[in-house]
């Protein structure tokens, strides 16, 4: 790790801890439409693995990752595929895609929320549940999740306000459909990296983001997590990564997405 | 053969309890000035199918709807409004809320005259626990079950392009057709606005054809409505007009969506584009960023 950077965002860390979710797909869909899972698609495309096709969020595949934000007006994405609406079923659909999605809320058996509301839904009955497309794509396709807040609100103790993401629930499962049939891969928050891999599809930590504890982790998640021995580092982003990012966020896009942007590694950690 | 209307011809054909689609995309291509020929109508009870976008809270808040079934309302759009969750929150309106992909195919077995389409989109979610009446069926090939997707038949859907003749050949030249095609097809009539009306030998140029995304037997109607995508965009004609989206935001957070109505809808759609500040305005919004 010697080309470690240092003076690195949280925000910086969580894209590089993304980016690694891709980094043996080879050649599939990474998407995702918010800022760190754009970012680190793109990321993971112009580093370790080039044969990722990613959108630009809107109808076309790019060629080359394009700056997120407002651009010159001379400057030209290089589109290398159309994909609009009507055809993203096609791809979302065919298992060739691996999405990056931003939860409202994630629980215990990796079932997610898509809505923006939080809470109500069981009562009122009626609102705004915003599945989206993500109940097609996530029975079809791998998916990860990047949640800005690590908070029990986020990782509640019972099952989601609204499930738009199908996970490892047995009640949940349609006749003849089974479990194998649900592909989560990575959990990346503001405090740590996680995946499904522990005892029964448990959620379990793999690595702890600096200066945070697995106790923390643990406080901030509404159900008990997987732990096994002593639990390493998030790997900090290298200089060349963070000239990537910078490069692809002119704007400092990624500086509005965790409270407080703050830095990656808490100061007196050095 | 000739489909021109006038906006008000074409929403006369439109009666009450109708189900009728709303093609584009969250605050993109939306049929608007058809849409506003809606709002001063007097038709009521209307089950309204749609990709959501702004154009949701003016029927609901209006009382033209009976029924909505709708897919995601994008987070680059416009923003519902508190009215519109209020509305949903109420529970005055049946609301069926689905995934984009369930709405595509529902279009699709209306379109191709069948009663479901098998999918395992809304598998283990609360789409289907939500919505009782999407069943699940036995596959007769493997022991599993899937959803089907029942179809979305339409009375009437509404479109907005970019340019037409008036044989009902629709050109769309920005960079997504949506879903409009399946809205075309899955509609007894379709009734379609342009920004501009063409001859038919506009389309004899091969790249022009080939933006062309369902054969004219599919268009009804035809209507020349210039600018009658705002306040949303008609990439790459013009791109949505945030400062006015801001005004009718602020006009539903007070409760006001009626009021917002009755200050800018006006009698007709010049009276509209005058309030708004005019058709070369609308034309001058600049296109968005992905």
């Known amino acids: 790790m010697s080309d470690a950077a240092t003076g690195y965002t949280l925000a910086e860390l969580c894209i590089v801890a993304a980016a690694e979710a891709f980094r043996h797909d080879g050649e599939i869909l990474a998407a995702g439409s918010g800022v760190i899972p754009r970012l680190a698609a793109s990321l993971a495309m112009k580093t370790f693995n080039p044969d990722l096709m990613i959108t630009d969020a809107g109808a076309f595949l790019l060629g080359e990752p394009c700056p997120i934000g407002q651009r010159p007006a001379d400057f030209h994405q290089a589109n290398e595929t159309w994909l609009g609406l009507s055809r993203a079923c096609d791809t979302f659909w065919s298992r060739k895609c691996h999405t990056i999605l931003e939860p409202s809320q994630l629980d215990r058996f990796g079932q997610a929320n898509s809505s923006a509301q939080y809470g109500g839904l069981r009562q009122t009955g009626a609102m705004l549940a915003e599945p989206r497309g993500f109940p097609g794509l996530s029975i079809s396709s791998p998916r990860s999740f990047f949640v800005a807040g690590h908070t029990t609100r986020a990782f509640p103790p019972g099952e989601c306000d609204y499930v738009s993401y199908p996970g490892f629930n047995p009640a949940r499962l349609a006749r003849g459909h089974s479990l194998e049939d649900i592909d989560i891969r990575r959990v990346v928050t503001d405090l740590c990296v996680m995946d499904f891999g522990g005892p029964d599809n448990q959620l379990r930590l793999l690595t702890l983001h600096p200066g945070v504890t697995v106790q923390q982790v643990q406080d901030n998640t509404g159900f008990p997590i997987a732990v096994a021995g002593t639990v390493p580092a998030t790997a900090p982003p290298t200089a060349a990564q963070l000239a990537i990012i910078a490069a692809l966020d002119p704007h400092q896009l990624r500086a509005t997405v965790i409270a407080d942007n703050p830095p990656g590694e808490p100061a007196g950690q050095l | 053969?000739?489909?021109?209307?006038?906006?008000?011809?074409?929403?006369?054909?439109?009666?009450?309890?109708?189900?009728?689609?709303?093609?584009?995309?969250?605050?993109?291509?939306?049929?608007?000035?058809?849409?506003?020929?809606?709002?001063?109508?007097?038709?009521?009870?209307?089950?309204?199918?749609?990709?959501?976008?702004?154009?949701?809270?003016?029927?609901?808040?209006?009382?033209?709807?009976?029924?909505?079934?709708?897919?995601?309302?994008?987070?680059?759009?416009?923003?519902?409004?508190?009215?519109?969750?209020?509305?949903?929150?109420?529970?005055?309106?049946?609301?069926?809320?689905?995934?984009?992909?369930?709405?595509?195919?529902?279009?699709?077995?209306?379109?191709?005259?069948?009663?479901?389409?098998?999918?395992?989109?809304?598998?283990?979610?609360?789409?289907?626990?939500?919505?009782?009446?999407?069943?699940?069926?036995?596959?007769?090939?493997?022991?599993?079950?899937?959803?089907?997707?029942?179809?979305?038949?339409?009375?009437?859907?509404?479109?907005?392009?970019?340019?037409?003749?008036?044989?009902?050949?629709?050109?769309?030249?920005?960079?997504?057709?949506?879903?409009?095609?399946?809205?075309?097809?899955?509609?007894?009539?379709?009734?379609?606005?342009?920004?501009?009306?063409?001859?038919s030998d506009f389309f004899h140029d091969p790249a022009r054809a080939r933006q062309v995304f369902w054969e004219r037997s599919a268009t009804s109607v035809v209507v020349e409505a210039p600018g009658g995508a705002h306040p949303g965009s008609c990439n790459p004609q013009y791109g949505a007009d945030l400062r006015h989206f801001g005004t009718c935001v602020a006009a539903a957070e007070d409760g006001g969506m009626v009021g917002y109505l009755q200050q800018y809808l006006g009698a007709d759609e010049a009276e509209y584009q005058h309030n708004v500040g005019g058709l070369d305005a609308i034309r001058a919004l600049e296109l968005p960023t992905c």
């Open chain 2, 1 to 199: 053969m000739d489909k021109q209307y006038s906006l008000r011809e074409a929403v006369a054909q439109i009666e009450d309890g109708m189900t009728v689609g709303i093609g584009g995309w969250g605050a993109r291509r939306k049929p608007m000035a058809l849409l506003r020929e809606i709002l001063r109508s007097e038709l009521k009870d209307l089950t309204v199918v749609a990709c959501g976008g702004a154009e949701l809270g003016m029927l609901c808040a209006t009382g033209k709807v009976r029924k909505l079934v709708f897919a995601f309302v994008p987070p680059d759009s416009i923003p519902l409004g508190p009215c519109f969750r209020q509305i949903l929150r109420s529970g005055a309106i049946e609301v069926m809320e689905i995934d984009e992909g369930m709405l595509q195919l529902g279009l699709r077995a209306a379109a191709w005259g069948l009663p479901f389409m098998p999918t395992g989109a809304g598998l283990g979610t609360d789409v289907l626990t939500r919505n009782p009446q999407i069943k699940l069926v036995d596959s007769p090939y493997d022991d599993k079950e899937w959803v089907a997707m029942p179809a979305l038949q339409l009375d009437v859907s509404l479109l907005h392009v970019d340019r037409a003749d008036a044989r009902g050949v629709c050109q769309i030249a920005g960079p997504d057709h949506y879903l409009d095609d399946g809205f075309a097809r899955a509609a007894t009539r379709t009734i379609v606005s342009c920004e501009e009306l063409v001859a």
